[in-house]
């Protein structure tokens, strides 16, 4: 079945793989996405989002602009040495003639829940500051909302931006104990089953190799996300953080080890600031049911996801009017 769903990213390299991801799915429609900062400003996310739903055919979803600072203190800067300047590994792509929604990006998503009750599915992909500013719109969106899935936060591994903490959880500790806190079903999809998953160059050349504009213009994109991540792995490939999230949440992926547990987000100003700290004690008696406990964390797959990521990506049908694949501006250092 086609579920609607909302979607809130910050549009860099993964991000825009998530997208692409969802559009391709049967299982997934898009009604609408918002735009925060994190791997780049809110305006520049929206912006690539805009360019990105030119390329695939799909200018008709809105868009709407989110928070640029997160709950508490101001926007850092984002992660250039990760993403690029542009946030898209300084691909260019044709600039789209559609414009930002008039409503923001909470609102969007408030106005969705209401129309779809019971039904909307929200997949966040960014800092959760949208989400936190739509529960303080609404605070009854917990019960419309069928479900948030959420990549973030690190349960068993260690954080990606702290020791402890992931960046979109450490980008807004605030928002996301919020979001966290509120009564609705979470699956949190965290570091320890993202870093995982790896894209391999094998498999980005098979993107690259694509007479799609859209695949092909995300395996340049991979080219930069690739050289950040070959000082993590060793080799060139990346991890799947977004559109691993995405998969989970159209449920065309299966975790084997997902226990449904509490979470809570250190909020404090020490060296655990961010961190999603997961009652995970179960794990020695087969995770057993937790009263009250409302959040799915993703440990880990049952199978290899990206066989099938890069399988769906090169079967995205695209429309004969789309404009020519993008051209990679420079190849950084």
């Known amino acids: 079945m086609t579920s609607p769903f909302y979607l809130d990213c910050d549009t860099g390299i993964d991000d825009a793989l998530a997208l692409a991801y969802l559009l391709a799915s049967p299982q997934a429609d898009v009604r609408g996405i918002g735009a925060v900062s994190g791997n780049v400003s809110a305006a520049v996310g929206a912006r690539n989002t805009l360019d990105l739903l030119e390329l695939a055919g799909h200018a008709h979803i809105p868009v709407a602009l989110g928070a640029h600072d997160p709950l508490s203190g101001s926007f850092g800067g984002g992660a250039p040495h990760v993403h690029g300047s542009n946030g898209i590994g300084e691909v260019t792509l044709t600039t789209a003639e559609a414009h930002l929604a008039s409503e923001t990006a909470p609102e969007m998503l408030v106005r969705l829940a209401h129309e779809y009750p019971g039904t909307l599915r929200v997949l966040a992909i960014g800092p959760l500051t949208n989400i936190a500013e739509a529960l303080r719109l609404d605070p009854e969106l917990p019960g419309l909302v069928e479900e948030i899935t959420i990549m973030g936060g690190a349960a068993l591994a260690p954080g990606n931006i702290t020791r402890v903490a992931e960046a979109n959880i450490a980008n807004d500790p605030e928002a996301a104990a919020l979001v966290l806190a509120a009564d609705w079903n979470v699956t949190l999809v965290p570091l320890d089953v993202t870093m995982a998953n790896v894209?391999?160059?094998?498999?980005?050349?098979?993107?690259?190799a694509s007479s799609l504009p859209v695949p092909k213009a995300l395996g340049e994109m991979l080219g930069y996300y690739?050289?950040?991540?070959?000082?993590?792995?060793?080799?060139?490939?990346?991890?799947?953080?977004?559109?691993?999230?995405?998969?989970?949440?159209v449920g065309a992926v299966t975790a084997a080890v997902a226990p449904v547990v509490h979470v809570e987000v250190d909020t404090t100003s020490g060296p655990g600031r961010g961190q999603t700290i997961c009652e995970l004690r179960g794990l020695y008696m087969d995770y057993p049911e937790q009263l009250g406990a409302r959040c799915r964390v993703v440990l880990s797959l049952e199978d290899d996801f990206a066989p099938h990521l890069v399988e769906t990506l090169l079967a995205f049908g695209v429309s004969e009017a789309i404009p020519a694949a993008p051209v990679l501006l420079s190849q950084p250092n």
Do not use: T
């Not at 160059?201 to 098979?206: G, I, T, V």
């Not at 000082?231 to 999230?245: E, K, T």
């Open 199 to 208: 894209l391999e160059e094998s498999h980005r050349q098979e993107l690259l």
């Open 226 to 249: 690739f050289r950040f991540y070959e000082g993590i792995y060793g080799r060139a490939c990346s991890a799947m953080h977004d559109p691993l999230a995405a998969a989970l949440a």
